[in-house]
């Protein structure tokens, strides 16, 4: 039987800009800069335990118990600084998840309160879009050295007229698992569609940081396309009331 459970590991104090672009004019303010200690906000960092079909995986990592023991040396400073994690080392996924089987880590993208965590899985098999790896790699300053020392392996996207940026992929080949690419928060953000009778969730990642977000319209402060962006929050919006929609469900959303 299908079944999501929602992990939340602490929480990462940022600008007030992340979840919402239009709280600053300056549109890189979501890097902290020049803002003081005392308005940063703090926001929930989930990520999504699944089991559907003969599959146990996770979407997304969340927080590595390695920022209870030293965050600098784990993120380095500049992502220590624009997105500073508060964890108890037994919010980990890895610790709340102890026992139970995760066949592999599929990620909605590689930003450090998504992939930090990935670092407490041995030898477990992790995918991603090719056309994010690519892109973290050209953006050191985005994505630091949290990459270090990771190996992953490449969702095999296909033309798809039906999917909303023209490239979807049946992850293990069953129907239980679509992927969907959406250039819009980064190059390789990935929305998974969750199947089982017809009836699905949607885990977006960071295609909107609340349901506020699709919504109303809400562009987060990081962005690699704000036209894609605010396409995919409209689809969004429409799939969240389609009847076979058992819902949608993102990172950093206040419950």
Known sequence: MMKIETIQTGWTLVSSSVPDRSKHRWKKAYSRLFQSKNSRIKVPVKCFYVTVADHAFLIDAGWSEQVVDNAKRHLGFGLNFASEPVMLKTESANHQLKGKPVDCILMTHLDCDH?????????????????EYEYAHKNGIRYG?????????????????????GKSSDVFGDGSVIAYLTPTHSAGSVIYKIMENGKYYLVVGDNGYMKASWEKGILPGPLYNADNMMKCLKWIKGKSKDKNCLGVLCAHEHM
Do not use: P
Request: proline fraction near 0%; include cysteine.
């Open 115 to 131: 992939v930090s965590g990935v670092h407490d899985f041995t030898e477990k098999k992790i995918i991603c879009a090719r056309e």
């Open 145 to 165: 050295k949290i990459l270090k020392g990771l190996t992953f392996e490449y969702i095999d996207f296909r033309a798809d007229t039906q999917a909303i940026f």
